[in-house]
């Protein structure tokens, strides 16, 4: 098929991407093949954003989290980074990537923008973007929904990577996507975990736990690394998290809910268990001043001595 060329019309891209959806749904019990057709419309939106090496964009979030790890929590939104002057040169050179043909008979189009906010993340600037998926037939294509952040510089080390799971589409261009560090995720995720909602309302971000444990379960991470993100979001922040990761107990029931399907059940079936494997992970970065291993091993789930596997990077989706 690589020596076929690109598609001449909008209905064999269709016809290729259903195949390709069904594929993978078959090859992965439990995941639907919607599940697989969302992501070949995320990565055909972010093909555009990252079709120039050095756009200047990031990807974070949940879709960067599925791109290391397929069975992460699913998602439908996007989230990008970048550290561009202002928000609205960021929506303009964003709406200016994804609004051409990259041979596949689609573009995407600016359809609204509102404000977010970026509560545990002072200077960053958030919107919330919806672009519309339009074939060359003028057919909509549904919708891809994005988290916009403009805000500094992460202080890990950017990767470039396809997805681990990605579509078997060959005549499409798809370029490698440019990683927001994992280790300065994990910093805003745990961040995010302990800061108190300013309207006085609980803390519902269960979801973060859910993440944690499926890094750790999945990743190698360098332990000088993530102290110093995690001292560089508290530094940003104001705060101090201080020396021990902090979960409130009422998430027990949105936990289970959530890592239903996902590495963090297996690995973490009960919310106890979750709990534990997240403060064995995160309090040695925490606790800066105990002399403890330097590499996080993903297959015992411990901090260990040693750099034989990667500093930062992908082992495995349980």
């Given at each position: 098929?690589?020596?076929?060329?690109?598609?001449?019309?909008?209905?064999?891209?269709?016809?290729?991407?259903?195949?390709?959806?069904?594929?993978?749904?078959?090859?992965?019990?439990?995941?639907?093949?919607?599940?697989?057709?969302?992501?070949?419309?995320?990565?055909?939106?972010?093909?555009?954003?990252?079709?120039?090496?050095?756009?200047?964009?990031?990807?974070?979030?949940?879709?960067?989290?599925?791109?290391?790890?397929?069975?992460?929590?699913?998602?439908?939104?996007?989230?990008?980074?970048?550290?561009?002057?202002?928000?609205?040169?960021?929506v303009e050179d964003l709406a200016h990537r994804v609004a051409v043909d990259m041979g596949d008979?689609?573009?995407?189009?600016?359809?609204?923008?509102?404000?977010?906010?970026?509560?545990?993340?002072?200077?960053?600037?958030?919107?919330?973007?919806?672009?519309?998926?339009?074939?060359?037939?003028?057919?909509?294509?549904?919708?891809?929904?994005?988290?916009?952040?403009?805000?500094?510089?992460?202080?890990?080390?950017?990767?470039?990577?396809?997805?681990?799971?990605?579509?078997?589409?060959?005549?499409l261009i798809s370029p490698p996507y440019a990683m927001f560090p994992l280790t300065d995720q994990?910093?805003?995720?745990?961040?995010?975990?302990?800061?108190?909602?300013?309207?006085?309302?609980?803390?519902?971000?269960?979801?973060?736990?859910?993440?944690?444990?499926?890094?750790?379960?999945?990743?190698?991470?360098?332990?000088?690394?993530?102290?110093?993100?995690?001292?560089?979001?508290?530094?940003?922040?104001?705060?101090?998290?201080?020396?021990?990761?902090?979960?409130?107990?009422?998430?027990?029931?949105?936990?289970?809910?959530?890592?239903?399907?996902?590495?963090?059940?297996?690995?973490?079936?009960?919310?106890?268990?979750a709990v534990d494997l997240a403060a064995r992970f995160i309090n040695p970065a925490l606790d800066?001043?105990?002399?403890?291993?330097?590499?996080?091993?993903?297959?015992?789930?411990?901090?260990?001595?040693?750099?034989?596997?990667?500093?930062?990077?992908?082992?495995?989706?349980?």
């Open positions: 098929m690589k020596g076929q060329g690109p598609y001449v019309d909008w209905f064999g891209v269709e016809s290729a991407i259903q195949q390709a959806a069904r594929r993978q749904a078959a090859d992965h019990p439990g995941a639907s093949v919607g599940q697989y057709l969302d992501h070949i419309r995320r990565d055909r939106f972010l093909s555009r954003v990252f079709a120039d090496p050095e756009s200047g964009w990031l990807l974070k979030g949940g879709t960067a989290m599925l791109a290391r790890v397929p069975t992460g929590r699913h998602t439908r939104d996007v989230d990008l980074s970048t550290t561009r002057a202002t928000l609205d040169e960021a008979h689609l573009r995407f189009q600016l359809e609204s923008e509102r404000p977010g906010l970026a509560v545990t993340q002072p200077g960053v600037l958030v919107a919330r973007l919806s672009f519309a998926c339009i074939t060359d037939t003028g057919k909509r294509f549904d919708n891809v929904a994005v988290d916009l952040a403009v805000g500094p510089p992460p202080v890990g080390h950017i990767e470039h990577t396809r997805p681990a799971d990605s579509p078997d589409l060959p005549r994990l910093a805003e995720k745990v961040s995010t975990m302990m800061t108190p909602r300013p309207d006085g309302r609980p803390n519902s971000r269960a979801k973060d736990l859910v993440d944690v444990d499926i890094i750790a379960a999945t990743q190698y991470v360098d332990l000088r690394e993530l102290r110093l993100a995690l001292a560089v979001q508290q530094q940003r922040a104001n705060t101090d998290l201080g020396r021990h990761l902090r979960v409130p107990p009422h998430w027990e029931p949105r936990y289970q809910s959530l890592a239903t399907g996902t590495s963090a059940a297996a690995v973490a079936p009960t919310f106890a268990d800066a001043v105990r002399t403890v291993r330097t590499t996080w091993e993903p297959e015992a789930m411990e901090w260990t001595v040693g750099t034989g596997s990667p500093a930062a990077g992908p082992h495995r989706g349980v």
